[in-house]
């Protein structure tokens, strides 16, 4: 059992419920987040508002995941990042479970 941990911005919400049901993994949790990124070390003409603190509506997802279906998520969210002409990306991380009950 791995936990899967996914955090993108909300326009991605279908995007990764989808994701998910390709990949076997019925059941999950989300919520709706506020991203930061701190831009401070940005060259001044990739920060066009001059903001040293950016915030985006974001969405956490996380779930229990049989380890026979983590490598089939990434595949599909890596397959669906590189489609993706924007710069945001949906971002994935697994954790191992020593136990669980």
């Known amino acids: 059992m791995k936990l ?11 995007d990764i419920k989808l994701l998910l049901k390709k990949a076997h993994v019925k059941t999950f949790s989300f ?9 401070t070390e ?6 066009w508002f001059s903001s040293e603190m950016n915030q985006t509506e974001s969405i956490l997802f996380y ?4 380890a026979e279906y983590v490598d089939t998520l990434f595949d599909l969210i890596n397959n669906f990042n590189q489609q993706q002409q924007s710069l945001s990306h949906i971002h994935l991380a697994v954790v191992n479970i020593e136990k669980s009950n």
């Open 4 to 14: 899967v941990i996914i955090t993108a911005i909300k326009e991605f919400e279908k």
């Open 31 to 39: 919520r709706d987040i506020t991203g930061y990124r701190d831009s």
């Open 42 to 47: 940005d060259a001044v003409e990739s920060n």
């Open 63 to 66: 779930a229990f995941v049989n």
